[in-house]
């Protein structure tokens, strides 16, 4: 097996909002890399920024500070040109269907709109741009009728689909998909989680997959990284962290999954309270309020991630005692 | 056990300038005494539909009931006056709405909002009145101190608490609950599902719980009914169904969920999309949308099969097997 080739870099990416409270610590210092091919999963609650993330990445919101090396160069310090350039490889699918098409363009307008933008067709070239709407549209299984219908005249899916399109018709390389079955009924969100898996294998697509629905996650992503008030708490493998989750915020999370399954009987972990706010933090862990194993020590220092086991990272100040413990309910067995 | 609600062939209809919108089309369902029954289905199958036709909520004039019985204790709630429907509601039969951020009244204290059901129905003093407040807001878990807040200023799962303190402020029979999780995140969901589940018990209400997610639906209720373009299609014990399910349409809904616990590395969608309640197809109403379709299936529309252990299926495959 060739070794995976790096295409996407984050170092210590910071965005930060000034609201009239006081900074928003939207996402504070949070680094990883991504291989291409594969799929992260970015899971966390509302609110926890995991969107803010998204869109830093792609310079949708200016970041503060950090870098964002994509093939080895820092896009951070791009200047504007360089970047719409850029954009042809790194696209976005958004959350809401029901919002992100102009409703005064048809199908095809807006599946078209990137090309125009970025030069790529001529307006005047109307037949070689006939033929690429109706490429992209079968490749996203759209039928060719609906290239002029309008976005209120189609269902929640097929709208998701034009969006599918519209990232993919710059072929890029880097999609990062904010949500984009959540809006979805489940039977609808099987038919597009489906057709993201095809297209990956076809083109080789890199995924940075946001969402809140972990069971998506677990079925699509390769790596999974957990969020929680603008900072990861946990990184690792799929399998590794549903099978092994080591974080308390992230074990109350999995536990916290209905399960469809009646014989199912979960132990669950329930979090007391909610999402604090992220303006002006207190320093030291975010979590402790709401952990069950918090100790005095959490409330004074901010662990940062650390491996605990190959490609497992961890950030608890407290995680040396869980494995510890773990160890010793292994060996009594 | 007996039912405590029966619905017996309701069906509603929305007469649009555009054409007639068939909502719900000759639904027969019970609910049990004590039990909490899953209704399940995607947008657009009904549910919320038949629930406010429960209520008699269903927005005049363009919606009407045209026909059926919805029996509660066997008095038939269709035959009630307005004013009869006025007791029942919040006090026999109470409903939590979908969505918390907008079913509160944004310039009434919350307080002031649960106070207003203990009004309603009870012949009480003011002072009365604010101590059951306080009571059924510690019940739900949220400090007393509170009532005289805003809803703005509570959080998502906090308003669908109050919600919930007000559905349960007088101690109803059954609770009609729609959605009532689908805003929140999965841990506050986890809290809030825990808190219905032990306030059931405690005030041994029947509840009929409206989802589209199936999850939420095995873990609380003890019978299923899946709806499919206003019509039952398959209804059973909750382990019937998640076990054994029948019909082809259900099937295709255990399909479309990726499970944590299996490794399934493609999932197995239905085809096609829900048909448009103005214009539903001949027949079996999933007939276009369904593997397994016959001929008959596009002519007729099948009838309730009745299999073991009150484990009914609306299809034709299931009428050949017998």
Same mark, same amino acid.
């Given at each position: ?115 125009? @933008? ?9 037949? !070689?741009?006939? /033929?690429? =709407?109706?490429?992209?549209?079968? %490749? $996203? ?68 997959? @946001? ?9 699509? !992503?390769?790596? /999974?990284? =957990?969020?929680?008030?603008?900072? %990861? $708490? ?100 | ?322």
């Amino acid at each position: 097996m060739k070794t995976k080739k790096e295409i996407l870099k984050v170092n210590n990416l910071k965005k930060f909002f000034n609201t009239p409270q006081g900074m928003l610590h939207a996402v504070d210092d949070i680094s990883f890399t991504l291989s291409e091919g594969e799929t992260l999963g970015v899971v966390g609650e509302s609110g926890c920024g995991k969107s803010t993330m998204g869109r830093a990445i792609l310079r949708l919101h200016e970041p503060d500070s950090g870098e964002v090396i994509y093939k080895g160069e820092d896009i951070l310090k791009y200047s504007s040109k360089q970047m719409k350039k850029l954009r042809t490889e790194m696209q976005m699918i958004f959350q809401d269907p029901f919002s992100s098409l102009n409703p005064r363009m048809t199908v095809s307008q807006s599946i078209l709109e990137p090309l125009l @933008i970025q030069g790529i067709y001529k307006k005047e070239d109307k037949r !070689s741009l006939r /033929i690429k =709407v109706k490429e992209i549209m079968n %490749l $996203v299984g759209l039928a060719d009728r609906l290239v002029n219908t309008y976005p209120h005249e189609l269902d929640g899916g097929r709208r998701q689909r034009i969006g599918i399109a519209r990232a993919l018709v710059l072929n890029p390389k880097l999609i990062i998909c904010d949500e984009p079955v959540s809006a979805l009924d489940v039977s609808i969100q099987a038919q597009v989680l489906n057709l993201m898996q095809d297209l990956q294998e076809q083109l080789g697509l890199t995924y940075i997959f @946001i969402t809140h629905d972990l069971s998506v996650v677990k079925h699509l !992503s390769s790596d /999974i990284v =957990v969020m929680y008030l603008g900072q %990861l $708490v946990e990184k690792a493998p799929a399998e590794k962290l549903f099978a092994n989750p080591l974080h308390p915020y992230t074990k109350a999370l999995l536990s916290a999954i209905a399960v469809p399954d009646p014989d199912f009987k979960a132990d669950r972990i329930l979090l007391e309270g909610e999402l604090t706010s992220p303006i002006n933090p207190k320093p030291g862990c975010r979590f402790a309020k709401r952990c069950l194993y918090a100790k005095e020590e959490c409330y004074g220092n901010n662990a940062g991630l650390v491996e605990v086991e190959k490609d497992h990272f961890v950030a608890c100040c407290l995680i040396d005692g869980f494995i510890n413990q773990e160890k010793g309910v292994k060996q009594k067995q | 056990m007996k039912d405590l609600l029966l619905i017996k062939d309701l069906v509603i209809h929305f007469e649009t300038d555009d054409g007639i919108v068939e909502a719900v089309n000759n639904i027969t369902l019970g609910i049990k005494e004590g039990q909490t029954l899953g209704l399940v289905g995607e947008t657009g199958a009904g549910k919320t539909t038949l629930a406010k036709g429960i209520m008699r909520l269903i927005h005049k004039p363009t919606g009407k009931i045209k026909d059926g019985e919805i029996l509660y204790k066997d008095k038939d709630l269709l035959k009630l006056t307005e004013k009869e429907m006025r007791e029942i509601r919040g006090k026999h039969i109470s409903m939590i709405f979908q969505d918390p951020m907008t079913s509160l009244n944004p310039v009434m204290t919350v307080g002031e909002q649960i106070g207003e059901v203990i009004k309603a129905h009870n012949r009480i003093s003011k002072k009365g009145i604010e101590k059951r407040t306080c009571e059924m807001l510690e019940t739900v878990g949220i400090p007393s101190g509170r009532a005289i807040e805003y809803p703005h200023q509570f959080s998502g799962g906090m308003k669908q608490r109050v919600i919930i303190a007000i559905a349960l402020a007088c101690e109803p029979n059954l609770l009609i609950a729609d959605e009532p999780t689908t805003a929140l995140d999965v841990t506050i969901q986890a809290q809030v599902l825990e808190m219905m589940k032990s306030l059931k018990t405690e005030f041994n209400t029947s509840m009929l719980l409206i989802t589209h997610d199936l999850g939420v639906v095995a873990q609380n209720c003890d019978f299923v009914a899946i709806i499919y373009a206003g019509e039952i299609v398959e209804y059973g014990e909750l382990r019937d169904i998640f076990k054994n399910p029948k019909h082809p349409y259900t099937i295709g809904l255990f399909g479309s969920i990726p499970n944590l616990n299996d490794n399934v590395k493609r999932l197995k969608p239905i085809d096609g999309l829900m048909p448009d309640p103005m214009s539903l197809p001949k027949g079996c109403k999933f007939n276009d949308r369904c593997k397994f379709a016959m001929d008959i299936c596009k002519e007729k529309n099948p009838e309730m099969v009745l299999l073991n252990n009150g484990h009914k299926v609306k299809c034709f495959l299931m009428q050949n097997n017998i």
